[in-house]
């Protein structure tokens, strides 16, 4: 099945300053990887997604990027803002053949300095 | 996107006792999910939950332990069977269209097992 590996588990930036966070799949059939933000008491929020057939994607202060022949996606964070801390959880799921649902890195605690 | 309400939010269970969670959708979907948070950890699928049929288990899930409903195309139940203490955890239901993607999903149900 599918394995995700996330690093770092741990990102403090100052404010103002960018966070990048990457990560790596095992799958080379995998076609949709979902970033989520998980605040605390909270589900996990989609925030950006990017499917197998896109290099990069932006929404605003928020990008991820995707090099398919090394398995590997990043999450790119812009002009951080104190609303940014939480924890970032980066997924991919596969084409088929098994399940349905997400594959989940370990997440990235993601801390904004004033 | 699909509201997605659960309960209950949180409860303290006796250990030997079960629980049944429910995830209410505010339109069809296709796909339901069920996920498991472990305290400061990752999400991990439990199981996919099919429409008129027997949910599909991930590997390490069963049955007997975590039986699903999913009567109609917006609603879902999870019960948790015969608890123990490493059954704590935040419980999520997420949904998705036809395509399994995106995935949103609900505040989950934190359970504390004593």
């Known amino acids: 099945g599918e394995n995700v590996e996330q690093h770092p588990s741990t990102l403090s930036v100052q404010e103002g300053d960018s966070a990048v966070i990457k990560c790596t799949y095992s799958?080379?059939?995998?076609?949709?990887f979902p970033w989520y933000k998980q605040e605390l008491g909270k589900g996990p929020q989609l925030i950006i997604d990017i499917r197998s057939n896109v290099g990069e994607k932006k929404d605003q202060r928020i990008a991820v990027t995707l090099n398919k022949t090394a398995k590997h996606f990043s999450l790119h964070i812009t002009e951080t803002q104190p609303e940014d801390s939480a924890v970032y959880f980066c997924?991919?799921?596969?084409?088929?053949?098994?399940?349905?649902?997400?594959?989940f890195g370990k997440g990235t605690h993601l801390i904004i300095q004033p | 996107s699909a509201v997605i309400s659960q309960k209950p939010s949180r409860d303290i269970c006796q250990r030997g006792t079960s629980l049944t969670i429910q995830c209410q959708v505010d339109?069809?979907?296709?796909?339901m999910f069920w996920y498991r948070q472990q305290p400061g950890q990752s999400l991990t699928l439990i199981a996919t939950a099919n429409q008129g049929s027997e949910a599909t288990y991930e590997s390490g899930f069963v049955i007997d332990k975590f039986p699903i409903s999913r009567p109609n195309l917006t609603f879902s139940t999870l019960t948790v069977s015969n608890m123990s203490p490493e059954d704590s955890s935040i419980y999520l239901c997420?949904?998705?269209?036809?395509?399994?993607?995106?995935?949103?999903f609900g505040d989950g149900t934190r359970l504390s097992i004593l």
């Open positions: 997924a991919a799921i596969g084409s088929g053949g098994g399940a349905d649902g997400l594959t």
């Open positions: 339109s069809q979907v296709t796909m």
């Open positions: 997420s949904v998705a269209g036809q395509e399994r993607e995106p995935q949103h």
């Open positions: 799958d080379s059939a995998s076609n949709y």
